[in-house]
T-cell receptor
């Protein structure tokens, strides 16, 4: 079954404690992306990756890191989480075509609470 | 960077047609327009995508005028299960950021 998986689905942590949210897709997609979703602000892109070892900043990259060492995985790293990073996070993947992206497939979301 | 604007919410009744317009004045030449549906606690799900003119699939139609500065998602004969938030997304040209609109909360009433 084609899917995007995220782990963990729920996480409570404390300020400053490094954490990683994993994202994996089984569709051989080139493009992967992380979004955060906050009430009243919709979905905002954090980072995206066009392919292995190619990453770029989205609209809200501050406080986050990503890596793309393998095509299927795109972990989101919070080196020193702060309460303003409490949010719902979505990973998405898509294939690339000549003129742009195909439709994005989204993961189920990771709800993060930073105390 | 293409910014998008959508109505915050709209109500409808079962069996009616719902039209949601998204404004994207700064759309780039290579940008596509994509609409997603999102239910609570779930990831967004693709509805339809277009570049210009009209696109239709089994669930919706997408109307894009010649200047591409706006687009309208049309949901024919909505049912209660169409109650959701609908997002307009502009972008997709290789290397571009993707910008979601703020979403339109559609409530379908019996």
């Amino acid at each position: 079954e084609a899917q995007v998986t995220q782990n963990p689905r729920y996480l409570i942590t404390v300020t400053g404690k490094k954490l990683t949210v994993t994202c994996s897709q089984n569709m051989n997609h080139e493009y992967m992306s992380w979004y955060r979703q906050d009430p009243g602000l919709g979905l905002r892109q954090i980072y995206y990756s066009m392919n292995v070892e190619v990453t770029d900043k989205g609209d809200v990259p501050e406080g986050y890191k990503v890596s793309r060492k393998e095509k299927r995985n795109f972990p989101l790293i919070l080196e020193s989480p702060s309460p303003n990073q409490t949010s719902l996070y979505f990973c998405a993947s898509s294939s690339l075509r000549d003129r742009g992206l195909e439709t994005q497939y989204f993961g189920p979301g990771t709800r993060l609470l930073v105390l | 960077l293409a910014k998008t604007t959508q109505p915050i919410s709209m109500d409808s009744y079962e069996g009616q047609e719902v039209n949601i317009t998204c404004s994207h004045n700064n759309i780039a030449t290579n940008d596509y327009i994509t609409w997603y549906q999102q239910f609570p606690s779930q990831g967004p799900r693709f509805i339809i995508q277009g570049y210009k003119t009209k696109v239709t699939n089994e669930v919706a139609s997408l109307f894009i005028p010649a200047d591409r500065k706006s687009s309208t998602l049309s949901l024919p004969r909505v049912s209660l299960s169409d109650t959701a938030v609908y997002y307009c997304l502009v972008g997709g040209a290789a290397g571009n950021k993707l910008t979601f609109g703020g979403g339109t909360r559609v409530l379908v009433k019996p």
